[in-house]
């Protein structure tokens, strides 16, 4: 599957509800195809003592795609809440430095402009991204998924990175009181990056991510 030609059919068809459902659609089932890729063809990228990271060669892009999946103690409703989108992420993801929702295209979907800060003694610069991003029911929990967009100018002090499909699939467990928490990312941080360096940033952030998200939710 190409992701650019849907991406791009989307920029310039954005008030096209046909193209919208669209770009949805190959969004979800994208991201439900790598829900059921093959346990064989992970590797362990890196495991803390409740979350694990494994990675695979992408199929978008000349980089990784990366899993992560650990619990989290609450429901999906309110987890996804926090990680969409919103008036709460920014709070507690430590590697988001700004966030705003250029457009919100319906109750489930946005366009939204975001940055990162700076890792690995800015070995990694800080980075820009604009993203679709679709929030929408998945069995008995959700998925938050999204993909950038070529939108906007991208702001002189950093360079704009590209996110291909990617997305959290949240889901009850355990009666209901924890959520088993997936996400699946593959992030293109572009500019002339030791592989070494992507490897390290990306399995340390989203480890980080799960320690930050936990702790906003204890609040």
Known sequence: MNSHDNIHSFV????????????????EETLVSYHHVNA????????SK???VWRKRSEEFSGFLYKAEGTVADTPQRTVEYIRPGPYRLNWDSLMTSMEIVE??????C????TTAGQLWNIISPREFVDFSHTTDYEN??????????RDEHKQDFVRGFNHPCGWFCVPVEDCTHSLLTGYIQTDLRGMLPQSAVDTAMASGLINFFSDLRQALKM
């Open 141 to 150: 929990g959700l998925l938050s998924c999204g993909v950038s967009v070529d």
């Open 12 to 27: 310039f068809q954005m008030s096209s509800l046909s193209h919208l459902t669209s770009l949805r659609s190959k969004l």
């Open 104 to 109: 919100t295209l319906d109750q489930g979907s």
């Open 50 to 52: 409740d979350v694990t």
């Open 111 to 114: 366009v939204m402009k975001y």
């Open 40 to 47: 064989s063809e992970w590797n362990i990228a890196k495991k």
